[in-house]
T-cell receptor, first 113, second 116 residues
Framework: DSGVTQTPKHLITATGQRVTLRCSPR?????VYWYQQSLDQGLQFLIQ???????AKGNILERFSAQQFPDLHSELNLSSLELGDSALYFC????????????FGDGTRLSIL | AQKITQTQPGMFVQEKEAVTLDCTYD???????LFWYKQPSSGEMIFLIY??????QNATEGRYSLNFQKARKSANLVISASQLGDSAMYFC?????????????FGTGTSLTVIP
């Protein structure tokens, strides 16, 4: 158990809809990262938050947004969903310091029908 | 330039043999950490091993060891005595600098298949 909790585990919805993915980081971790992994693809970095503030942005679409709340949990909002958004979405958290690894949640598998 | 390069899309190894998965990195920061993750077919990402840029010794964790060659900027993962359960995707990653909250950079991964 990594200590990172992601909900829901599975999500099935239709094109044009909006969904929210939730992540609770490991206790004490201030950094939260979101990744997208499409079928047979590597990890695509979306966005990073540190203690409530956005720190880095990757290949995140304008239809996607995220935030980190004062209790450090984070939400990733995906809107106007398209078939190509079907993927496994990971949240990861890490402690401060370059020697600290990321710990990943089990992911949310999003299927767009 | 790519921060992390994994040049082997797929690898095969016989059960009980050792296998080396390649990873090269690119950074000008003297402080950095290198990490390997395993992703089995079930999908979860499992942290395996860490090597710091100032570490003199190669990191080891059970059957996993990291062959760290700083001058060549390589951080290869060595799995000894391969088991069927080692069949998975393996990702190399790097984190730079001493600042808090720094981004991680991942390679494209290597798919390892262990043959009975």
């Amino acid at each position: 158990d990594s200590g990172v909790t992601q909900t829901p585990k599975h999500l099935i919805t239709a094109t044009g809809q909006r969904v929210t993915l939730r992540c609770s980081p490991r206790s004490g971790d201030l950094s939260v990262y979101w990744y997208q992994q499409s079928l047979d693809q590597g990890l695509q970095f979306l966005i990073q938050y540190y203690n409530g503030e956005e720190r880095a942005k990757g290949n995140i679409l304008e239809r996607f947004s995220a935030q980190q709340f004062p209790d450090l949990h984070s939400e990733l909002n995906l809107s106007s969903l398209e078939l190509g958004d079907s993927a496994l979405y990971f949240c990861a958290s890490s402690a401060s310091g370059w020697g600290q690894p990321q710990h990943f949640g089990d992911g949310t598998r999003l299927s767009i029908l | 330039a790519q921060k992390i390069t994994q040049t082997q899309p797929g690898m095969f190894v016989q059960e009980k043999e050792a296998v080396t998965l390649d990873c090269t990195y690119d950074t000008s920061d003297p402080s950095y950490g290198l990490f390997w993750y395993k992703q089995p077919s079930s999908g979860e990402m499992i942290f395996l091993i860490y090597q710091g840029s100032y570490d003199q010794q190669n990191a080891t964790e059970g059957r996993y060891s990291l062959n760290f060659q700083k001058a060549r900027k390589s951080a290869n993962l060595v799995i000894s005595a391969s088991q069927l359960g080692d069949s998975a995707m393996y990702f190399c990653a790097m984190r730079e600098g001493a600042d808090t909250g720094n981004q991680f950079y991942f390679g494209t991964g290597t798919s390892l298949t262990v043959i009975p």
